[in-house]
């Protein structure tokens, strides 16, 4: 079963959740450039999400779905709203969505959540998810432990129902790698951030051209919650900080709202600039058709030329 059989996309691809990034507007154009767009639920009410979803509805004929962010404080809300707006895709993170499954799959949603582990992989198979997304911890934002390489072929081993491959994917090397590790598909997101269409401020997607293989780190491990951003001067406070062993207030004074920092005003320095590790082959700023034609052309020819590979 191949991911787009399950989305009728073009492409077996994917959009990651993106909290305060992906608009009901972005999310539409992913759809139109032939993978599944993701309205973001993340950072957000359930009111004003509902008006981006009727937003993204507006602006694609193409199939979508949306992000449940588990950390938001209106997640009860979002869910009923998920289930009175008959949304047709849903996908989780960072947290369990077991209790709400049962309610969505009455509209005939389907339930992709994102699992870190074999355990909570399993979890979701028997509560009725129709796939599950193992996100390896290469990934931008809320992270796990795994990587991507350890974590897809033990979750495939371990579940009958398809898995969809994350982190570490920002072309057709890592696509069909990810393919050949039995994912269905992928979910992508570092790399859509430097697309013409994605509405973050300039200076984010310019830091994200800057970026090299080690410009990401992971802040919050000692509050459970890592995050991988670009290190910058709020993370190597932030760090600093951790490893004197701060508290959760004196840490959250310094991440509150670094999210929209970063993503609306701009401020690289001070802001969260949530990316995957990918971020140091992001060379240039393209369409999302070309990103994804690219990414997908290229998985082909790989995936094809793979005879060739003497071992
Ligand atoms: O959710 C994500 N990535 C995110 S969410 C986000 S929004 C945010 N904003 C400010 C601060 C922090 C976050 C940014 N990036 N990815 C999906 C994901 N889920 N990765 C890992 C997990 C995960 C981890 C543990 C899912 C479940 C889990 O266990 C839950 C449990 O209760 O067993």
């Not at 993978?35 to 193409?62: F, Q």
């Not at 509560?127 to 990587?147: C, F, L, R």
Request: hydrophobic residues 45%; aromatic residues 4%; negative net charge.
């Amino acid at each position: 079963m191949k991911l787009n059989d399950i989305t009728g996309t073009k492409y077996p691809i994917i959009q990651g959740g993106m909290a305060n990034i992906a608009t009901g507007a972005f999310a539409a154009a992913v759809s139109n450039a032939g993978a599944l767009g993701l309205v973001a639920g993340g950072g957000m009410p359930a009111e004003a999400l509902r008006k981006e979803i009727h937003i993204c509805r507006e602006n694609t004929d193409k199939p979508f779905g949306v992000n449940l962010m588990l950390m938001n404080p209106d997640v009860e809300n979002i869910a009923k709203m998920l289930y009175e707006e008959g949304v047709a895709f849903i996908t989780t993170g960072a947290g369990n969505p077991g209790k709400y499954i049962n309610m969505w799959k009455e509209k005939g949603t389907k339930i992709f959540p994102v699992v870190a582990s074999v355990a909570l992989a399993k979890m979701m198979e028997r509560a009725g998810a129709d796939a599950v997304i193992a996100e390896g911890g290469e990934s931008g934002g809320h992270v796990g432990d795994m990587t991507t390489m350890t974590l897809v072929p033990q979750v495939v081993d371990a579940l009958d129902i398809p898995v969809i491959a994350a982190g570490g994917i920002a072309d057709g090397r890592q696509f069909a790698a990810a393919m050949m590790l039995g994912a269905c598909g992928v979910q992508i997101g570092t790399c859509l951030l430097v697309s013409k269409e994605c509405p973050i401020h300039d200076n984010y997607k310019e830091a994200l051209l800057k970026a090299k293989d080690n410009s990401t780190t992971v802040t919050g491990r000692s509050q459970g919650a890592p995050v991988r951003i670009i290190k910058n001067e709020m993370a190597r406070e932030y760090l600093k900080l951790e490893a004197s062993g701060a508290g959760r207030d004196e840490l959250e004074k310094i991440t509150l709202g670094g999210l929209r920092r970063a993503v609306v005003d701009g401020d690289v320095l001070r802001g969260s600039v949530m990316a995957g590790q990918v971020c140091g082959q992001l060379k240039e700023i393209r369409s999302l058709e070309e990103i994804l034609k690219d990414m997908y052309e290229s998985a082909v020819t790989n995936l094809k030329n793979a005879g060739d590979i003497a071992i």
